[in-house]
Every structure is written in structure tokens, then in C-alpha cells.
């Protein structure tokens, strides 16, 4: 008598499970905004003259591209004690996961409504005392970007640098929603 034994192979083990994102709980958006696709010009034109001047930066310039930069709009600040940089980006991508993709640290996130749109703010982890960022959740898969980065060393509280970032964030939803 022969025995015959073997192992049927259905394929490749499966994937393990990708590490489930925690729910923002962000509110439903009023409508969407399109802003995938947008040049750097278009990004320099959301925040006006008194929106820059009530910040403390200069008019916008196109942000540097190495290949793998958003596209964008960067603005130079300066308060007297305190340099900074304010860039908002496009991010063709949804707010949950781009949160995953650059480090942000969950112990400084806050949700909050702005406008009616969900919006985050978040320091990235290691390096909360160099700046603060806006998510703000406009359309399915795109998400508007604002970094606030400080300049000088210890010039701003976290609180400081936060609120630069959410004044910069509503002025340019504020000025999008206007358009649209």
C-alpha cells in the first residue's frame, strides 16, 4: 500500500492586517472644494492683503519643489521676536491618512469645526517646539495643508504657533468658499 501525503497551497499567506486608524469623528462637510490639481499661483491667491497683514508675513511665493513637495504656497513672517514660515499645500489625499503618513504626534491632536469643515491640528511628534499644522478636511481624498514653522528658537509657545496655524487655515478655507 502506498500512502500519498501532501500540502495544498492556496496562495500566498495573506497580508497582515494594516494597523486600523483611529476615527477623527470629523463632522460632515457642508459641500466639497475642489482643490486637487491647483497650481502653486492658485494656493498664493487664498489669503488676501489684510488676511497676510493681520498674520504678520509677506506675499506668498510658489513652494520649492524637490519631487516629492505638495503643491503650494509659502509665506515668510516675522513679529518682531519671532521668525516664521507658513506654507499651505494641496494633499491629494484623505486628512486620516496623511495624519499617518508624516508622524503626527496623537497627543497634540484636536479636532475641531472650521467653517463647518473637520478640521485637525497637530504638532508632528519629536518636534513640537519647532511648529504647529492645520488639516483641514475639504473634499473626499483632499485635504488643505497649513505648517506653521518657527524660526527662532523658543520665540513662540505651542499655543502661539498653533494659532498662527488656524488664523492661516481659515483665511484660506474662508477665501476658497468664497469662490466656490
Known amino acids: ?54 498674520l504678520q508675513v509677506g506675499a506668498g511665493e510658489p513652494l520649492p ?4 513637495n505638495y503643491n503650494g504656497c509659502g ?19 484623505a486628512i486620516d491618512m496623511f495624519l499617518q503618513k508624516i508622524n503626527s504626534s496623537p497627543g497634540t491632536r484636536q479636532t ?11 504638532q508632528i511628534n519629536g518636534g513640537e517646539s ?14 488643505v495643508w497649513v505648517n506653521m514653522q518657527l524660526q527662532t528658537p523658543n520665540a513662540m509657545n505651542a499655543d502661539q504657533m498653533c494659532e498662527k496655524a488656524q488664523t492661516a487655515a481659515h483665511s484660506a478655507v474662508s477665501t476658497l468658499q468664497a469662490r466656490s
Open 1 to 54: 500500500m502506498i500512502a500519498l501525503a501532501g500540502c495544498t497551497v492556496n496562495g500566498p499567506d495573506p497580508a497582515p492586517p494594516a494597523p486600523e486608524l483611529e476615527s477623527l469623528n470629523l463632522p460632515q462637510r457642508p459641500k466639497d472644494i475642489a482643490v486637487a490639481g491647483k497650481q502653486d499661483a492658485d494656493v498664493c491667491t487664498w489669503m488676501s492683503a489684510e488676511q497676510l497683514t493681520s
Open 65 to 68: 519643489k524637490d519631487g516629492s
Open 75 to 93: 509665506y515668510l513672517g516675522d513679529t518682531g521676536a519671532a521668525r516664521f514660515a507658513i506654507g499651505v499645500r494641496i494633499i491629494p489625499e
Open 112 to 122: 475641531y469645526e472650521l467653517n463647518g469643515f473637520g478640521a485637525v491640528q497637530s
Open 130 to 143: 519647532l511648529g504647529c499644522d492645520a488639516f483641514v478636511d475639504v473634499a473626499e481624498g483632499q485635504t
